[in-house]
């Protein structure tokens, strides 16, 4: 029984990541998707490694603690780490202008850095992190910035990709 839940949770995944490169594929425009799907991604691809030890917990207790112990870890720090929008299909020179212009036509008056862009008012601070050679990337809120706004932005760049 285990054997085809993990092969129904494989395959879940897989067709979850092929969804997404067909999607970029076909539509010729970057995926903009909130990063707590990918977090979901993860807690699946983990669940066969729980169902997995669990019978080992009447021999070996401790060590299914253990194990259960850092994956509860593992997960808490993907859900502190992947937070905010992960882009899939960009190029990196090509978005960073598309992103730019949509700003401007906003109308928000900003000031960019290597990794981030501030907006001065309503104040709102965005955190890149782009991987050019894999086509993604994720922009980050940071915090006591203005989620509203942020979500805004990103509805707006993901229209007029």
């Known amino acids: 029984m285990t054997t085809y839940l993990n ?12 969804f997404i ?5 076909i539509n010729k425009k970057p995926l ?6 990918f977090l979901i991604l993860i807690l ?6 729980m169902i997995n030890v669990l019978p080992l917990f009447e021999k070996q207790p401790i060590l299914v603690l253990f194990i259960s112990l850092i994956q509860a870890l593992l997960f808490g720090f993907f859900f502190y780490t992947i937070k905010g929008v992960t882009l899939y299909g960009i190029d990196t020179d090509d978005f960073q202008h598309k992103f730019i212009v949509n700003l401007r036509s906003m109308g928000l008056e900003f000031e960019q ?19 050019q050679w894999l086509g993604t ?5 940071k915090k006591n910035s203005d989620k509203q706004l942020f979500n805004k932005i990103i509805s707006e760049s993901n229209c007029k990709e």
């Open 7 to 18: 092969l129904f949770l494989l395959l879940v995944m897989a067709v979850s990541f092929m």
């Open 21 to 25: 490169g067909l999607k970029v594929l």
């Open 32 to 37: 903009i998707v909130n990063s707590r799907w």
């Open 44 to 49: 699946v691809g983990f669940i066969p490694q």
């Open 113 to 131: 850095s290597i990794s981030t862009i501030e907006i001065k008012n309503p104040k709102l601070t965005m955190l890149f992190s782009i991987q």
């Open 137 to 141: 990337g994720q922009i980050r809120l």
